[in-house]
């Protein structure tokens, strides 16, 4: 068994900076996959940002790449999202979750963890 709990979102102006942090309990997923989804109002939730734990590949969303930044601390315990140049458009509910095995995936369906979500607002 296992939980996720996300915390660091808010309202920032376009062009700034949110970092986002996913803390794990209940057990280390070092064997895991890692990533971040977003919910935007009347869409799908789609994939962000993806990492290996094991191995540190990562793997990005053309719509974010080269602005966000996806990172996990070596105990197994906690990861991140660092998000830089935000847009209007990133504006949405931001979603932790982790997967068994160490292979990054893009479809949500391949998750078994979630976090409950944070809301991030780009907006002047």
């Known amino acids: 068994q296992g939980q996720l709990l996300e915390s660091g979102g808010g309202l920032v102006q376009p062009g700034g900076s949110l970092s986002l942090s996913c803390v794990a309990s209940?057990?280390?997923?070092?064997?895991?996959?890692l990533a971040w989804f977003r919910q935007a109002p009347g869409k799908e939730r789609e994939f962000v940002a993806g990492?290996?734990?094991?191995?540190?590949?990562?793997y990005y969303a053309d719509s974010v790449k080269g602005r966000f930044n996806i990172s996990r601390d070596s105990a197994g315990k906690s990861f991140f999202l660092q998000m830089n140049n935000l847009k209007s458009e990133d504006t949405a509910v931001y979603f932790c979750?982790?997967?068994?095995?160490?292979?990054?995936?893009?479809?949500?369906?391949?998750?078994?963890?979630w976090g409950q979500g944070t809301q991030v607002t780009v907006s002047s």
């Open positions: 209940g057990r280390t997923f070092t064997t895991n996959a």
């Open positions: 990492c290996s734990w094991n191995s540190g590949t990562k």
């Open positions: 979750a982790l997967k068994v095995g160490g292979s990054i995936r893009t479809e949500r369906e391949a998750y078994t963890y």
